[in-house]
């Protein structure tokens, strides 16, 4: 059925935002539902993650990197928001207050090996999401996601360098004990199965693959990454 409804129409390149001004509504608010979506997302997690990892950090070569991947999530957001902004978005659609964010922010932070799991995993996350945009029908977004996506490698490198070197100091305890409250939690951020925005995002070339796509692609890399590189366990999801 999505099949179907992703032959139906012809995709098209809109190169601008006055260009995106001409075409069809339901091609409008879905370009407008990712940006709002990337734009929260990004301040978000920069404010409950990123920036009080910084005080977390146990060395001064840490808290120098973290600040780093703290700057480049802040400049996400902004990113996103500047495009918001042009696309005529309302400023109270990206207030975090009101529009929810996902739930993987929900995690209450309190350690340095959890800030290093998050990382590793939901920034891997974020990489697949990213890289579906790369090939968007709407090219200030395709642009957007090939700017941000190197910065996005770099932080789950980072999350990854910093657990092994947690695991190789005798801390691969807390490592597991962070991936088994967190990971539990991220496949969630990939969206329903059979979602209708997915659908529409699909059949109007701005994304290239259904959730449940993402979703396993997701889980096969997270079970290599915490169990070959790692040498740990990834706790089963329900
Ligand atoms: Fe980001
Ligand atoms: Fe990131």
Redesign the pocket.
């Known amino acids: 059925m999505s099949t179907t409804a992703a032959m139906e129409v012809k995709t098209p390149e809109v190169k601008t935002a006055a260009e995106l001004a001409q075409q069809p509504e339901e091609y409008r608010t879905a370009v407008q539902k990712i940006v709002i979506s990337h734009a929260v997302n990004?301040l978000y997690?920069a404010q409950v993650f990123?920036e009080p990892a910084i005080k977390l950090a146990p060395t001064p070569y840490a808290k120098w990197l973290t600040c780093r991947?703290a700057m480049?999530?802040y400049h996400?957001h902004v990113r996103f928001k500047a495009l918001a902004d042009e696309i005529g978005v309302s400023a109270e659609r990206m207030d975090p207050q009101r529009k929810r964010p996902l739930s993987i922010f929900g995690f209450n932070l309190r350690t340095w090996p959890e800030f290093c799991v998050i990382?590793a995993i939901?920034?891997y996350a974020?990489i697949l999401q990213v890289e579906d945009l790369l090939h968007c029908s709407f090219h200030p977004l395709r642009n957007l996601a090939r700017i941000t996506m190197p910065?996005?490698k770099f932080?789950?490198k980072f999350g990854k360098d910093f657990c092994q070197e947690l695991i190789q100091q005798g801390k691969a305890a807390e490592v597991q004990d962070g991936i088994d409250r967190y990971f539990p939690i991220t496949p969630g951020f990939f969206g329903a199965n059979h979602s209708k925005n997915n659908e529409i995002y699909r059949k109007w070339g701005l994304k290239q693959r259904t959730n449940e796509e993402m979703r396993q692609d997701f889980v096969a890399r997270v079970t290599e990454l915490v169990e070959k590189d790692f040498g740990l366990k990834l706790p089963a999801l329900n």
Request: hydrophobic residues 20%; glycine residues 6%; without cysteine.
């Open positions: 990004e997690g990123d991947v480049e999530e996400h990382k939901a920034d974020e910065e996005e932080h789950a």
